[in-house]
């Protein structure tokens, strides 16, 4: 009931391609969706986050989609680059509850 | 600004050995949390303080303890160490339930 499904575990993308990342949650009453990304050495950091009364939220050349019907959400990274090569990681939580709830990462690699 | 400060950065144990890992956190969060990382199993929540005064154990808890020393402190002890407790540990911190984590840099740490 807890679990965030994720996928894929690793991705390689193009220099200016699209990175799709998915997940996949069963409960319900989850309301707060983020991502985190993790670069080498350091600790995650929050990168964008959705709760589901919207469809989607852009930020940059990051956007989550969000799918209540399905209980999906992922993220797209538009015109990926070099630098974005790092693990995503997603998550859900809800209100009143203490806890995040992590998906089990994935390894983006951007190659020139 | 610091955010999040974890110490020692790195550090290596024998087996049956102790130690204790230390966080801080200077934004007046209410919540703070103990996470291992371990290739392909993402981030397993170890402990977790919802307040101060209060722990709680997460989904891994054997082989640690905590104490909420304060508001701005939460450290993590190892009371006998074990090869299976090899792994990057992260302290986290969020203003109240699951939103918004702000993450340490992690500790490093090789039980041999």
């Known amino acids: 009931q807890q679990q965030v499904k994720q996928s894929p575990q690793s991705l390689i993308v193009q220099k200016g391609g699209i990175s799709i990342i998915n997940c996949a949650y069963e409960?319900?009453?989850?309301?707060?969706f983020p991502w985190y990304q993790q670069f080498p050495g350091k600790g995650p950091a929050l990168l964008i986050a959705?709760?589901?009364?919207?469809s989607e939220k852009k930020e940059g050349r990051f956007t989550i989609s969000f799918n209540k019907s399905a209980k999906q959400f992922s993220l797209h990274i538009m015109d990926s680059q070099p630098g974005d090569s790092a693990t995503y990681f997603c998550?859900?939580?809800?209100?009143?509850?203490?806890?995040?709830?992590f998906g089990t990462g994935t390894k983006l690699q951007v190659i020139p | 600004n610091a955010g999040v400060t974890q110490t020692p950065k790195f550090q290596v144990l024998k087996t049956g050995q102790s130690m204790t890992l230390q966080c801080a956190q200077d934004?007046?969060?209410?919540?703070m949390y103990w996470y291992r990382q371990d290739p392909g199993m993402g981030l397993r929540l170890i402990y977790y303080?919802?307040?101060?005064?209060?722990?709680d154990k997460g989904e891994v808890p054997n082989g640690y303890n905590v104490s909420r020393l304060n508001k701005r402190e939460f450290s993590l002890r190892l009371e006998s160490a074990a090869p299976s407790q090899t792994s990057v540990y992260f302290c986290?911190?969020?203003?109240?339930?699951?939103?918004?984590?702000?993450f340490g840099s992690g500790t490093r740490l090789t039980v041999v």
């Open positions: 986290a911190s969020s203003r109240g339930g699951g939103y918004g984590y702000t």
């Open positions: 409960n319900t009453a989850f309301d707060y």
């Open positions: 959705i709760r589901p009364d919207v």
């Open positions: 998550a859900a939580s809800m209100e009143g509850y203490q806890k995040v709830t």
């Open positions: 934004m007046n969060h209410n919540s």
């Open positions: 303080s919802a307040s101060e005064g209060t722990t």
